[in-house]
């Protein structure tokens, strides 16, 4: 009781307050302001998909289907033909941006390289259609995204494991020579 009517006569809770106020006062903020000051995304971040291109331009997929296969959220769709010499011809390949849950199962099960995340994280738009993305449009997200260095960059920095990490240990069993068995 007489330290509740303390607390009410000299206003110790409002003093508090201040207290805390005036030491922050001159502290930078915490926070930003976001589509003023935008915060850079990591290195690998999992954003807007592309599909890669090789040196000389061309896309990398070649249909297999095992990144739609992988796709927990089913929002990866391609459709092959037949070409000439009997290898698969991508027609189309459709990203429901929308659908996706930005796993990296995709990227992961491309044995070749063929699809990755970008760092870019901002669109927006008013209809659904903006966000289904065809090859034409992931294409495009490989020379906005991956231009240059970046795009050679990206697979050895933030996707493992590659086949040169397969290597053997020489110093295991299995890849010594044997000292018995080299004279036979």
């Given at each position: 009781m007489?330290?509740?009517?303390?607390?009410?006569?000299?206003?110790t809770?409002?003093?508090?307050?201040?207290?805390?106020?005036?030491r922050?006062?001159?502290?930078?903020?915490?926070?930003?302001?976001?589509?003023?000051v935008?915060v850079?995304a990591q290195?690998?971040?999992?954003?807007?998909h592309?599909?890669?291109?090789?040196n000389?331009?061309?896309?990398?997929?070649?249909?297999?289907?095992?990144?739609?296969?992988?796709?927990p959220?089913?929002?990866?769709?391609?459709?092959?033909?037949?070409?000439?010499?009997?290898?698969?011809?991508v027609d189309?390949?459709?990203?429901?941006v929308?659908?996706?849950?930005?796993?990296?199962?995709?990227v992961?099960?491309?044995?070749?390289?063929?699809?990755?995340?970008?760092?870019?994280?901002?669109?927006s738009?008013?209809?659904?259609?903006?966000?289904?993305m065809?090859?034409?449009?992931?294409?495009?997200?490989w020379?906005?995204?991956?231009?240059?260095?970046?795009?050679?960059?990206?697979?050895?920095k933030?996707?493992?494991p590659l086949?040169?990490d397969?290597?053997?240990?020489?110093?295991q069993a299995?890849?010594?020579?044997?000292?018995?068995?080299?004279?036979?």
């Amino acid at each position: 009781m007489k330290n509740s009517l303390i607390k009410i006569m000299f206003f110790t809770e409002i003093l508090k307050g201040m207290a805390l106020t005036f030491r922050t006062l001159f502290k930078p903020a915490v926070t930003r302001r976001y589509p003023k000051v935008k915060v850079p995304a990591q290195p690998g971040f999992r954003g807007l998909h592309a599909l890669a291109k090789d040196n000389t331009g061309r896309m990398k997929c070649v249909g297999c289907g095992l990144c739609g296969a992988y796709c927990p959220s089913q929002c990866i769709h391609i459709y092959t033909t037949e070409g000439e010499d009997h290898n698969k011809v991508v027609d189309r390949y459709e990203i429901d941006v929308v659908r996706c849950i930005f796993c990296g199962f995709c990227v992961e099960a491309c044995p070749f390289g063929a699809i990755t995340l970008s760092e870019h994280y901002e669109y927006s738009n008013y209809s659904r259609d903006a966000f289904y993305m065809n090859k034409e449009k992931l294409l495009g997200n490989w020379d906005k995204y991956f231009e240059g260095e970046k795009g050679k960059q990206y697979f050895k920095k933030f996707w493992r494991p590659l086949t040169e990490d397969f290597k053997g240990d020489p110093a295991q069993a299995m890849f010594s020579k044997i000292p018995g068995k080299e004279k036979r």
